[in-house]
């Protein structure tokens, strides 16, 4: 069959188009067995099945075409918008997710110099565009499971692998959410393969650091996290308490105000130990977290966050104050000032926040009190007029 040109379509195939429109997975999987129809055929402006099945948001469509062999890195469209692009402005992170996962290569620029990344930050897709830029394949990783050259046997046992990823793949930066993840795993629970753990995320980081397109936030993610499994395994080793001992330990908060003086002080050291100093983002970091005193604003973790997912400091969201899950909606029953993402992590919290929990209710209801009164001679003054 002849390379697809633009809008030179076969009957069927403005029928896939139509069909994509609608969401018809079924009749789409029937047209896609005629042979007249191409998986990668363009319309008039260029764009592929996929690149409409992704704007659209049809994720089951999305995958189907992929099944078919559907060319996630075209980039015929007449403005160079790729099927990563079309993800991307449709908000839709688990299409994203896919189209990364299906190799979509993330630096292609469109016609105005922009990436998929940029292009969905520029519409206010930030969601997406913290998958974009924390995205790791799994096959990557894999390649640590196979004895390389003279090994004996490989870096990373493949049972560590999953779980691993899980954590790399993670948006969410907070050391206690990772060490969360890494308690929730048997697998993961223990010194040793923690151990191993840590070493590959060494490995990746300076690989990433040394390859030909040098990625310097994805090497910095990698020396979190094993910086992460590091304190995780010297916790299991030294302490009866061991992970729940760590647990306490970045969420305990100081007697004044709550303040989680550990956990910044142990973020800060894991950027200091970033072993390549030369590197642009370290010094950004640096200049950033450096002048701030413990305790006020920003937290290394909002500014190592922010450098990471992306556009995270514009996000009109709610962090729970344990793990730092995006979306927490319930608060302290009392200070009603404290956000938690459910009852576990309120729970896990409260052995640290009942210290200053009463006088965070009083500080709130001394403002409510001074916000009402203000409204009150706002009030009676617009009635003068």
């Known amino acids: 069959m002849s390379a697809p040109k633009k809008g030179d379509l076969s009957a069927r195939e403005k029928e896939l188009f139509e069909v994509i429109s609608a969401g018809n997975v079924q009749e789409a999987s029937r047209l896609l067995g005629c042979k007249d129809v191409r998986v990668n055929c ?9 690149m409409h099945a992704a704007y659209k948001g049809k994720a089951d469509m999305c995958r189907l075409l992929l099944q078919h062999g559907a060319d996630v890195n075209c980039n015929q469209h007449e403005h160079g918008y790729t099927a990563l692009m079309f993800a991307g402005l449709s908000g839709k992170t688990d299409i994203t997710w896919m189209m990364l996962d299906a190799g979509a290569e993330t630096d292609v620029t469109n016609s105005v110099g922009r990436t998929a990344a940029q292009m ?3 519409v206010g897709q930030h969601d997406c565009v913290t998958v974009i830029n924390n995205f790791f394949s799994r096959a990557r990783l894999d390649y640590y499971t196979k004895a390389q050259g003279l090994e004996k046997e490989p870096k990373l ?39 191993k753990c840590r070493r590959v995320m060494e490995l990746i980081c300076e690989k990433c ?31 009866e308490d061991g992970l729940d001992g760590l647990v306490r330990s ?15 002080k142990f973020v800060r050291e894991c950027i200091r130990k970033f072993p390549y100093c030369d590197a642009t983002l370290l010094q950004q970091l640096v200049r950033s977290i450096a002048p701030v005193e413990i305790g006020n604003d920003p937290t290394a973790l909002s500014v190592l966050t922010q450098a990471i997912t992306g556009q995270v400091g514009f996000m009109d969201a709610e962090f729970c104050t344990t793990c730092g899950e995006k979306g927490a909606q319930k608060r302290c029953s009392i200070c009603k000032t404290v956000i ?33 009164k203000l409204r009150m001679q706002q009030s009676k003054g617009q009635t003068l007029l």
């Open 120 to 122: 969905a930050a520029f």
């Open 340 to 372: 938690y993402c459910g009852q576990t992590c309120q729970k896990m919290h409260w052995f640290t926040h009942k210290k200053v929990c009463k006088k965070l209710q009083e500080q709130r209801e001394k403002q409510e009190a001074e916000a009402a």
């Open 250 to 264: 970045l969420l305990k908060g100081r007697d004044a105000d709550g303040f989680p003086v550990y956990q910044e």
């Open 209 to 239: 650091i040394k390859q030909q397109d040098m990625n310097e936030v994805l090497a910095m993610k990698m020396h979190f996290i094993s910086c992460v499994l590091g304190k995780c395994a010297s916790f299991l080793k030294e302490r």
């Open 157 to 195: 046992p493949s049972k560590l692998a999953g779980p691993l990823h899980k954590i790399i793949m993670s948006t969410n930066l907070n050391p206690v959410r990772m060490v969360l993840l890494v308690k929730e795993n048997p697998l993961l629970a223990e010194a040793e393969p923690l151990d």
């Open 42 to 50: 363009l319309d008039e402006y260029g764009m592929t099945p996929l």
